[in-house]
Nanobody, 126 residues
């Protein structure tokens, strides 16, 4: 059974950094396209960053230059390094995987990923 477990969230002050991790287990093949999504109060989950197994990468405009997605296939883990955090980065961060392209998962959002983690809370406040 495929499971995704996020970790690394917390309470930080503006300008500080956090690194989120998403451990993927139960996959019989390398991690396909993986995405980080943020849910602030409200129903919408915003696509923050996605990465394919061929290293195609997407970042939301609001995080470009501050966030970086990476993967360690030897550990079945994907990371989201978040620097210079702002109060508007606050939210519940989820990782999700599917076999679709980065374009479909994060850009045009034509597909809702099939597997999600439980989320990790990030709060940026002074």
């Amino acid at each position: 059974q495929v499971q995704l477990v996020e970790s690394g969230g917390g309470l930080v002050q503006p300008g500080e950094s956090l690194r989120l991790s998403c451990l993927v287990s139960g996959l019989p093949f390398p991690i396909p396209t993986i995405g980080w999504f943020r849910q602030a109060p409200g129903p919408e989950r915003e696509a923050i960053s996605c990465m394919s197994d061929s290293d195609d990468v997407y970042y939301a405009d609001s995080v470009k230059g501050r966030f970086a997605i990476s993967r360690d296939n030897t550990k079945n883990t994907v990371y989201l390094q978040m620097n210079n955090l702002k109060p508007e980065d606050t939210g519940l961060y989820y990782c999700a995987i599917d076999t679709v392209s980065v374009h479909n998962m994060c850009v045009i959002r034509s597909v809702v990923p099939g597997k999600w983690g439980q989320g990790t809370q990030v709060t940026v406040s002074s």
